[in-house]
Nanobody
Framework: QLQASGGGSVQPGGSLTLSCAVS????????WAWYRQAPGKQRESVAS???????NYADSVKGRFTISRDNARRRLYLQIRSLKPEDTAVYFC????????WGRGTQVTVSS
């Protein structure tokens, strides 16, 4: 089970930290990612972290988003800064590759 939290409504330039709690014992052996889905758009991957800690980012968020993981707590994090209106979306976490069932996302709204 995947449950994202930490979203909210912020002004452009603001920051948020998203958290994802993962149930089950498979967290540490998988690569994980944050995805987002904006209104009327397809869900896209924005950041990923391998089981070894290597990270990758979509060009649109590079330098502003930081993904991290805590294997002991089975949690995935996404630090977001310098938020832009185009970052407005529902954010989800899931494995990178064969997906688990989608859990609850968290809404991020960026507007002035």
């Amino acid at each position: 089970q995947l449950q994202a939290s930490g979203g909210g409504s912020v002004q452009p330039g603001g920051s948020l930290t998203l958290s994802c709690a993962v149930s089950g014992s498979f967290f540490s052996i998988n690569d994980w990612a944050w995805y987002r889905q904006a209104p009327g758009k397809q869900r896209e991957s924005v950041a990923s972290v391998s089981r070894g800690g290597n990270t990758n980012y979509a060009d649109s968020v590079k330098g502003r988003f930081t993904i991290s993981r805590d294997n002991a707590r089975r949690r995935l994090y996404l630090q977001i800064r310098s938020l832009k209106p185009e970052d407005t979306a529902v954010y989800f976490c899931n494995k990178l590759g064969p997906l688990a069932p989608w859990g609850r996302g968290t809404q991020v709204t960026v507007s002035s």
